[in-house]
C-alpha cells in the first residue's frame, strides 16, 4: 500500500488534481494478478474511489515507491527480478515508462535517496544491492557503473535499504545474516563498504531508522532478539563508532521497525509477537 498526495506529474512537471486530494495505490502480488490497482481519495470523507483500470506490473509486485516529487512511481517485482517504473498524471493513474529493468533475483521495494539523486534496491536472493541513478525529470534510471559497480555485495538476504537524511550513507539490513552492511555514497552513486561492514546485529535485523541529533544514530529492530539496537554512525565514512549506552534494549516479541517522534526525545517500537508498542 503506497499512498501519493494531490499533484501528480505530468510530462512537464507541473500541476495538480483537485486540492486536497490524494491517492492510493495497492500491489496486487497474488497469483494471476500481478497489478497495481489505483484508487482516489476523497478530501473530506476518506472514501476510496477508482483512478482506472489496474496497470500491469511484473511478477509479485512489491509495494509502490514515489520519489520525493511525487511525480514517479517504482515497483520491484520479487518473482521476475526487475522494476517497473510509472509516471502519475493529474488523475493518479499510472502510466508505464516503459520495459521492466532487471536487477537481481527477489528484489525487495527500493529506496530513494531524500536528495532524489539515486534509487537503491535489496536483491534478498542475490545477496546484493542494486543502485540507479535517477532523472527526476523524465523518471529515467541509469545503473550505477563502475569497477566495482552495481549490484554490490550485502550480507545474506538483505531487505532494505536505509538512506541518511543528507544522503551520505547507506545501511541495508540482512535478515538471515544477522548484520548490517553499511555504505557511504561516493560521486555518481558509486558504493564504498564502510570500515566494520558488515556491522553484526541482534537476530533477524529489521529496516534502520536514522536519527540525526549533534552526533548521528541509527536503529535497528532485532526481531530474532526481542531487542533494538542503537548505534552512533561515523559521519566521515558511515561506519560506526559504537553502540549507544546500554544497547542493545529490551523490547517486545518479534519487534519489526522503529520509529522517532517528530520531537526527536522518544523512540516507538513496534513489537508484531506481542501486539503491542515499545517506547
Do not use: H
Not at 527477489?106 to 534509487?119: E, G, Q, S, V
Not at 559497480?149 to 545474516?177: I, K
Not at 536519527?211 to 529492530?221: D, E, H, S
Not at 521497525?257 to 506481542?274: K, R
Amino acid at each position: 500500500l503506497s499512498c501519493s498526495s494531490s499533484g501528480g506529474g505530468s510530462g512537464g512537471g507541473g500541476g495538480g488534481s483537485a486540492l486536497g486530494t490524494g491517492f492510493v495505490y495497492v500491489a496486487n502480488s497474488g497469483s494471476g494478478s500481478n497489478t497495481i490497482s489505483m484508487f482516489r481519495v476523497a478530501p473530506d470523507t476518506g472514501v476510496l474511489g477508482s483512478a482506472g483500470a489496474p496497470v500491469a506490473a511484473g511478477t509479485q509486485p512489491q509495494r509502490l515507491v514515489l520519489d520525493i516529487t511525487g511525480q514517479f512511481a517504482f515497483t520491484a517485482n520479487g518473482g521476475s527480478g526487475n522494476l517497473s517504473g510509472y509516471l502519475i498524471d493529474l488523475s493518479g493513474a499510472l502510466l508505464s515508462l516503459g520495459p521492466a529493468i532487471a536487477v537481481g533475483t527477489a528484489p525487495k521495494p527500493p529506496t530513494f535517496d531524500p536528495l532524489n539523486r539515486y534509487l537503491f534496491v535489496p536483491n534478498s536472493g542475490s545477496d546484493s544491492l542494486s543502485v540507479f541513478t535517477f532523472n527526476a525529470s523524465s523518471g529515467g534510471l541509469i545503473e550505477v557503473a563502475g569497477s566495482p559497480g552495481s549490484p554490490f555485495p550485502t550480507g545474506d538476504n538483505p531487505q532494505s535499504a536505509s538512506v541518511d537524511a543528507q544522503g551520505r550513507f547507506v545501511w541495508v539490513n540482512n535478515l538471515t545474516a544477522g548484520t548490517v552492511s553499511m555504505f557511504f555514497v561516493n560521486a555518481g552513486g558509486v558504493l564504498t563498504a564502510a570500515p566494520g561492514s558488515p556491522l553484526p546485529t541482534g537476530a533477524a535485523p529489521q529496516r534502520v531508522t536514522f536519527r540525526q541529533y549533534a552526533k548521528l544514530f541509527a536503529f535497528v529492530a532485532n526481531a530474532g532478539s526481542g531487542t533494538v539496537s542503537v548505534y552512533e554512525v561515523n559521519q566521515t565514512n558511515g561506519g560506526v563508532v559504537g553502540p549507544a549506552p546500554g544497547s542493545p534494549f529490551f523490547a517486545g516479541t518479534t519487534p519489526s521497525a522503529v520509529t522517532i517522534d517528530p520531537s526527536g526525545q522518544f523512540a516507538l517500537v513496534a513489537n508484531t509477537g506481542s501486539d503491542n508498542i515499545s517506547v
